[in-house]
Structure formats: structure tokens, C-alpha cells
């Protein structure tokens, strides 16, 4: 049986839209986070790079009025699958080069951002 990629991940993971401009060897580009955790990231991006691409990422923090610059490389990617029913070009990515207070502050809004789905209460049927 193949284990759940959640049971895997070493970071708890949350929905947070984070804006990121994305900088590699031969191009520049926006996208956001579709998810974060304290290791790594999905974002959607109009053209996702392919799987081991190293990358140069800035993601902006609205909320604090900051910016977080880490290094990554592509683990996996929309790019490299020849679907063409896949609705959302994106890729994941894991950080590679991250100071230990932008991975302390990812885990914080990652955190908190759990806790705040936790205590929202189910809608009524």
C-alpha cells in the first residue's frame, strides 16, 4: 500500500494565498501559494517549472507588510504531467535555503492559521 503524502510531510501544511515572485536561471514570474508549511510550498503560477528546477523565491506577507526570501527547488510539477484536464498550473516546491526566522515565522502563520479552521464551527444542513 502506498503511505498518504501527508503522513510524510515532516510540517504541518495550511491554506495560505501568499503573492510570490518566482526567479530562476532564465525568467521572472508571479504566483501565490496555494498551501505553506515551515518546508516547502504549492504555488500556482501561469508556467510552473519542471521537477528539480532550483528557484529564487520572494513571498510577500500582506498581513505583516514584509517579504520572505528563501531558496527552492521544484519537487514536483503541473509541467510535467501531459494532462490536459489539469485545471491549476502549479508545483511544489521545498525549501532549500531558508533563515531560521522566515521558517520560524511560516511555522507561526502555518500554526495559526490551523488553529483559526479548528474553531470555526461546521454550517448547519
Known amino acids: 500500500m502506498t503511505p498518504n503524502i501527508g503522513e510524510r510531510r515532516k510540517h504541518p501544511r495550511a491554506l495560505i ?4 515572485t518566482i526567479k530562476t536561471k532564465r ?9 505553506i508549511s515551515a518546508g516547502g510550498a504549492t504555488i500556482r503560477c501561469e508556467k510552473p517549472q519542471k521537477s528539480d528546477e532550483v528557484l529564487e523565491m520572494t513571498i510577500r506577507i500582506p498581513e505583516a507588510g514584509s517579504s520572505l526570501v528563501v531558496g527552492a527547488e521544484v519537487v514536483w510539477s503541473s509541467a510535467d504531467i501531459s494532462d490536459d484536464e489539469l485545471k491549476t498550473p502549479s508545483m511544489g516546491v521545498r525549501f532549500t535555503h ?8 511560516i511555522s507561526s502563520a502555518v500554526m495559526m492559521s ?4 479548528r474553531s470555526v464551527p461546521p454550517l448547519n444542513k
Open 17 to 20: 494565498e501568499w503573492p510570490v
Open 27 to 35: 525568467t521572472v514570474m508571479e504566483g501565490v501559494t496555494l498551501n
Open 98 to 105: 531558508i533563515a531560521d526566522h522566515h521558517r520560524w515565522f
Open 114 to 117: 490551523i488553529k483559526q479552521e
